[in-house]
């Protein structure tokens, strides 16, 4: 019997169970490096393109803003239809959506119209809720004992993507003046490249499908299925579990610390004469933090466990913003605090992810981590769309004291979690 029909009729062998998880994770991981050109190249020039349409620094956060915001608009749909049909047309459709978006964006800049612009970034942020769910599927068919591992491996896969695609500004802008089009426009040409071909390596390649594939073991073993769960629904399933608490509070404030800071960075070093070389592999330097160490990441949380990795994410995350924050008009300092912003970031989010997955049922986990992703882009969202006025108001230090104070109710939480676990384990005679 064949791998690719194993999963609807008898029970799969666990030699090709991890045969499907091996294959599943080498999709996954070449979808990433490629989707992963389109987001690192938007966000070197989303927040400058921002700032050229509108003349406003205010307004130049809406980029990024716009992306989260659409990343929290598509987080929930995509987690639906993958719930109901499997993650591979969730996730082909997602990297189709970012596509029309990366068209969007060049049209609106070429028709020079703000609002159509902030449409196209909205659906870009479909690329990045794609880039999100990516990792549960890594986790569908993953063993306990490797889930941070395989879920970190397919984390660490954009960063091929994301890194190099900042530094492509100058090669891109050439390629945008050969179709006639502004030099800040090749990243955009790239990102839509790069999501249309994430999109045909997802539909081609990723059979048989992870999700599906669990889901019949699931139903196979005895199990309920899936759960078809409201978002007030799987809060509510969240507020019962201290740990899937702390896992979604842990995600979203990294993502909102990281968001924050890193969203007005490009145009903090701008104002003071940064060239956009320099800015490109700032940003570059900082999405290697993100994504470079996270098979370590991985390793560590399944090593020493979720809730220890989450909070040392919490502690650089403080670092982070303390050093970029008192940089001034250090370029160098700027960047260390850039880098150790991505490296916090990773560590929450893997960690995060692994002790979300292990702190629920498989019959609600889908449907859960979609609202994770939710809450965590709305925080990202919001974060976003502050930055801009902090920044104004309060200068690039306010603005990482700001972001700092998003990490104090995950060492509550903590705290709580542990005290939990503790109450819950018995005792030894």
């Given at each position: 019997?064949?791998?690719e ?28 490096v ?46 639906s ?5 499997g ?13 029309f ?6 049209a ?21 809720a794609?880039?999100?769910q ?52 090749g ?9 249309v ?7 081609a ?13 699931l ?17 509510r ?16 404030a990294?993502?909102t610390v ?15 004469g940064?060239?956009?070389?320099v ?21 560590l ?7 220890p ?5 919490q502690?650089?995350?403080l ?5 970029s ?47 994770s ?20 108001q ?36």
């Amino acid at each position: 019997m064949s791998t690719e029909n194993a999963h609807v009729g008898e029970a799969l062998p666990e030699e090709a169970r991890a045969r499907i998880q091996r294959r599943t994770v080498l999709v996954l991981m070449l979808a990433q490096v490629v989707g992963g050109i389109g987001m690192g190249a938007m966000l070197a020039v989303g927040a400058l393109i921002a700032l050229d349409l509108s003349g406003s620094d205010t307004w130049s956060g809406m980029a990024t803003t716009m992306i989260t915001l659409g990343a929290a608009v598509f987080a929930l749909p995509l987690a639906s239809l993958a719930a109901r049909r499997g993650r591979r047309p969730g996730l082909a459709l997602g990297w189709t959506l970012g596509a029309f978006g990366g068209t969007t964006v060049i049209a609106a800049t070429v028709l020079e119209s703000f609002a159509l612009f902030l449409l196209g970034m909205v659906l870009v942020g479909a690329g990045t809720a794609t880039n999100l769910q990516s990792r549960h599927a890594a986790a569908d068919l993953a063993s306990e004992a490797t889930r941070g591992r395989d879920l970190s491996v397919v984390v660490w896969a954009t960063t091929v993507g994301s890194v190099a695609g900042p530094n492509l500004i100058g090669p891109s802008g050439r390629v945008a003046a050969l179709l006639g089009l502004p030099e800040l426009l090749g990243p955009v040409v790239f990102t839509t490249t790069g999501f249309v071909l994430g999109a045909v390596l997802i539909f081609a390649l990723l059979r048989p499908d992870p999700l599906r594939t669990a889901t019949t073991e699931l139903a196979r073993s005895g199990a309920p299925a899936g759960v078809r769960l409201s978002v007030p629904g799987a809060l509510r399933v969240v507020g019962r579990s201290p740990g899937a608490l702390l896992a979604i509070v842990g995600i979203v404030a990294s993502h909102t610390v990281m968001v924050a800071v890193m969203t007005m960075t490009p145009v903090h070093m701008s104002h003071h004469g940064a060239a956009l070389t320099v800015i490109g592999l700032t940003i570059s330097l900082h999405i290697a933090g993100m994504y470079g160490l996270s098979p370590v990441v991985g390793w560590l949380t399944d090593r020493f466990g979720r809730v220890p990795v989450l909070l040392t994410g919490q502690v650089i995350l403080l670092v982070a913003t303390a050093v970029s924050g008192t940089a001034g008009h250090d370029e160098v300092l700027v960047t260390t605090g850039l880098v150790l912003l991505g490296l916090g970031w990773s560590f929450g989010l893997v960690a995060g992810t692994a002790l979300l997955a292990e702190s629920l049922s498989a019959d609600v986990r889908p449907r859960v981590q979609g609202v994770s992703d939710l809450t965590m882009n709305l925080g990202g969202a919001a974060a976003g769309a502050l930055s801009g006025v902090v920044l104004a108001q309060a200068g690039f230090g306010g603005l990482n004291l700001f972001a700092a104070l998003f990490t104090l109710p995950v060492f509550v939480l903590a705290v709580r979690a542990l005290a939990s676990r503790s109450r819950s384990t018995p005792r030894t005679p």
